[in-house]
């Protein structure tokens, strides 16, 4: 079992920038990725970024250039540097990892608020 606790969510101006930070524990030596996604009122929940435990990271097209996924792996921690933020930028934000042997994110944080209004 992999546990993970998300922190650094809270309301911020538009165009301002929040670091997320997850923390991890339990069999990391059964997952290969680690993500963050996010879910806004009324919608459903979308990728915005993962990184590989090869450092190869992915993101969504809305966040390109402004997000960095980041991880420290002697900390088991993951992060997400989030810049230029707006207002569809609001939603709640979870940490997941994926499975070494299923390829899906099967583990999942509580998720962190992340609101930006003026």
């Known amino acids: 079992q992999v546990q993970l606790v998300e922190s650094g969510g809270g309301l911020v101006q538009p165009g301002g920038s929040l670091r997320l930070s997850c923390a991890a524990s339990?069999?990391?030596?059964?997952?290969?990725?680690m993500g963050w996604y996010r879910q806004a009122p009324g919608k459903q929940r979308e990728l915005v970024a993962t990184?590989?435990?090869?450092?190869?990271?992915n993101y969504a097209d809305s966040v390109k250039g402004r997000f960095t996924i980041s991880r420290d792996y002697a900390k088991k921690m993951v992060y997400l540097q989030m810049n230029s933020l707006n207002a569809e930028d609001t939603a709640v934000y979870y940490c997941?990892?994926?499975?070494?042997?299923?390829?899906?994110?099967?583990?999942w944080g509580q998720g962190t608020q992340v609101t930006v209004s003026s």
């Open positions: 339990g069999s990391m030596f059964s997952v290969n990725a």
């Open positions: 997941a990892a994926r499975g070494v042997r299923t390829a899906r994110y099967d583990y």
């Open positions: 990184i590989t435990s090869g450092g190869s990271t």
